[in-house]
């Protein structure tokens, strides 16, 4: 076993001073084998997507939990889950993978407000954020919360209730988890519902996260017909898989790189001091190349935030 | 003795890391669409390839066994590429 190590991974006169590893022929196998597996694996989550898929460990309770958590933390009050807000969400949801855009605004120009007026919710303030790609709760509110323009929803005076979606489905071309969170309120700001009964003919909108839009006095009625918009268009069934396949096949990537990395780092530095002369390819080339992978993959398996 | 190599091709190293972090910006901000980051990658290798034995041509130590190499540690940088890609995400 050792033999087989130091062959594989070390340079020696058994593997001709170069690792076994880096050897053309290894290379091109161990290039062949990764290339069909990306492709098996793509078939096994067609044919089996309760063994192979995409999923998360997000729910709207933990989502409003630590919400809450982040206002109390900055001294103001909890928000209320409202089942309007939350209808609101789904179907904003399921509008984004309906008609495949990862924006507050839908390519027929649907708003955020769109969704929910029609969820029936009078709102004077209103506010949304979006993430995707995330897979924990914390993560997602974590990385609203780095956000100054996402922050401001989650932790503004003018809202008293929220709502949220989560839905995996095929956005842009990428199975992913998506998280939809509206905020509201149906009174203004420090006005007492007595103050409300004068001013309720004026609806003010403040911004989703990532276009902040001033407040403006809208129309007075508000529908409140269809409280979910294309409910019935989930793009994924809900089948939790056994395995994510994001963080499955990102775990097996990163691992190959570090060893192919690894081992050409102690290729060359052994090489070096032993002085031995081959006819190779400049490692330090290598290094750099398989490194820039190393940290796009650690990017690439980040959530994003609009 | 690396480090007298590393200055030795100082001006080849630091262009090399000039075409590659600009590759990476220009994948990262394309994010939200893996298809498109796929494509930038496999034009990256492609620049990692030539640049790599353009250097070895003007060192007059181009060979194909060399060759050989880059492209093979390409070839296998864009296959792990899209085995996270297809197989993780679904592309």
């Known amino acids: 076993m050792k033999d087989f190590m130091r062959h594989l991974f070390f340079p020696h006169v058994s593997n001709n001073y170069r690792p076994k590893l880096l050897h053309h022929k290894t290379l091109l196998i161990v290039t062949l084998i990764i290339f069909f597996a990306g492709f098996s694996l793509s078939a096994i989550r067609n044919t089996f997507p309760s063994v192979l898929g995409t999923f998360s460990n997000i729910s709207n309770q933990q989502l409003l939990l630590l919400t809450n958590e982040k206002r109390q933390e900055n001294g103001l009050p909890p928000l209320t889950l409202n089942s309007e807000l939350d209808s609101a969400a789904l179907a904003k949801a399921n509008n984004m993978f309906t008609e495949d855009y990862w924006a507050h605004d839908s390519p027929d120009g649907k708003t955020p407000w769109y969704f929910i007026k029609q969820a029936g919710y009078n709102y004077v303030y209103a506010g949304e954020n979006l993430a995707r790609g995330f897979t924990t709760p914390s993560d997602v509110v974590n990385a609203w919360m780095a956000s100054p323009e996402h922050r401001q929803n989650m932790l503004s005076p003018n809202y008293t209730n929220v709502g949220f979606a989560v839905e995996t489905g095929k956005l842009t071309g990428e199975d992913t988890v998506l998280v939809v969170e509206m905020f509201g309120s149906t009174t203004l700001a420090g006005s007492t519902q007595n103050e409300l009964g004068s001013q309720n003919n004026n609806t003010k909108e403040v911004s989703s996260a990532s276009s902040p839009t001033p407040p403006v006095v809208t129309e007075n009625s508000v529908p409140k017909s269809g409280t979910v918009l294309d409910a019935s268009k989930t793009p994924i069934p809900s089948v939790k898989p056994l395995i994510d396949s994001a963080s499955f096949s990102s775990d097996i990537a990163l691992f190959i790189v570090s060893i192919f990395i690894l081992t050409l780092i102690l290729d060359m530095i052994v090489i070096e001091r032993k002085k031995v002369v081959r006819i190779v390819g400049h490692n330090i080339d290598h290094i750099m190349f398989l490194s820039l992978l190393l940290i796009l993959i650690l990017f690439m398996i980040r959530g994003v935030i609009i | ?91």
């Open chain 2, 1 to 91: 003795m690396i480090k007298k190599k590393i200055n030795e091709h100082l001006l080849y190293y630091i262009s090399l890391f000039i075409i590659l972090f600009l590759g990476f910006i220009l994948i990262i901000s394309l994010s939200v669409n893996k298809s498109l980051q796929l494509a930038v990658f496999i034009v990256l290798a492609l620049f990692y390839v030539i640049w790599g034995l353009l250097h070895h041509y003007m060192n007059h130590e181009l060979m194909t066994k060399v060759v050989v190499e880059y492209i093979l540690i390409a070839s296998l940088g864009v296959a792990i590429m899209l085995f996270l890609l297809k197989g993780g995400y679904g592309i």
